[in-house]
């Protein structure tokens, strides 16, 4: 019985997310001639994960919320919001050096002895992570969803292969923004191969904050940071080209979350701490 009113909730969970998001997603394009950079385009569907996962917990499964790490345990968990705060920003200039490296960013580095970015960089920069925590209980809509969730009533919960999972369906929840503008691949199929790569990336360092943090709340912050901090900056300063859109800063960007999530796989950091 608690199988089957586990595997339900599943099924429910996810027709609600995909169903909702979707539709919501063509009506808002298609008959309210919305843009897909509109607020109020996006909110509806970044909230319809949250929204499944409240209506699964309350009226199909009635599992309550005793799991879905609501607590902010600051005491004990300080060190997990402060990666997950600085993290994004900490990738972001990772993948920056490696463009530098690679000779497909020049940077313009007018700070201390020619070397460090100059203070309008630097002000960016921590106006962006100020803006990622205010908004972080925005993005807390798609993680109390996937992460506190989805992703635990996967696979039994088994750590790799339930992130894993969540990763890939995340991405294909993801996909129709590609095709109404919000992002634009010149190639489709790269493009949302790289995209799905990244989103279960992602998904790993998301995961390792919310199980060994004990609260959803890590890991909101992480996703806010990942957009308004990690990809902002890199749609900013890398130029992207006609030929190759977001394509290859995406794809620059999945050498040092490859790093980090290979860490936290190697060493188990998957596995919940908290009680």
Request: proline content about 7%; overall charge positive; glycine content about 10%.
């Amino acid at each position: 019985m608690e199988k089957r009113s586990r595997t339900k909730g599943i099924v429910v969970f996810l027709a609600i997310s995909f169903g909702g998001t979707w539709i919501w997603l063509f009506f808002a394009t298609a008959v309210l001639g919305l843009s897909p950079l509109n607020p109020l385009l996006q909110l509806p569907a970044a909230c319809m994960p949250a929204l499944a996962a409240v209506v699964v917990r309350s009226l199909v499964t009635r599992e309550g919320y005793r799991d879905a790490g609501l607590r902010l345990n600051l005491r004990r968990s300080w060190p997990y919001y402060l990666a997950a705060w600085i993290g994004p920003a900490g990738v972001a200039v990772a993948t920056l050096a490696l463009a530098a490296l690679v000779g497909l960013w020049h940077p313009d580095l007018s700070g201390p002895g020619g070397f460090l970015p100059g203070s309008k960089e630097l002000l960016s920069l921590g106006a962006l992570m100020l803006v990622a925590l205010v908004l972080t209980p925005l993005y807390l809509g798609e993680e109390f969803g996937w992460t506190g969730y989805l992703r635990p009533r996967l696979y039994g919960g088994r750590p790799l292969p339930s992130t894993i999972a969540t990763g890939l369906i995340w991405a294909v929840w993801h996909f129709p923004l590609a095709f109404i503008g919000y992002v634009e691949f010149p190639d489709l199929l790269v493009g949302l191969l790289i995209w799905t790569i990244s989103f279960q990336l992602q998904e790993v360092i998301l995961t390792w904050l919310y199980t060994r943090s004990g609260s959803i709340w890590t890991s909101g912050l992480a996703h806010a940071g990942n957009n308004m901090v990690l990809f902002f900056i890199l749609g900013e300063l890398l130029d992207t080209g006609a030929d190759l859109g977001p394509t290859w800063p995406m794809a620059l960007s999945l050498a040092p979350m490859a790093l980090i999530s290979l860490w936290i796989t190697t060493t188990r950091k998957l596995t919940p701490t908290h009680p």
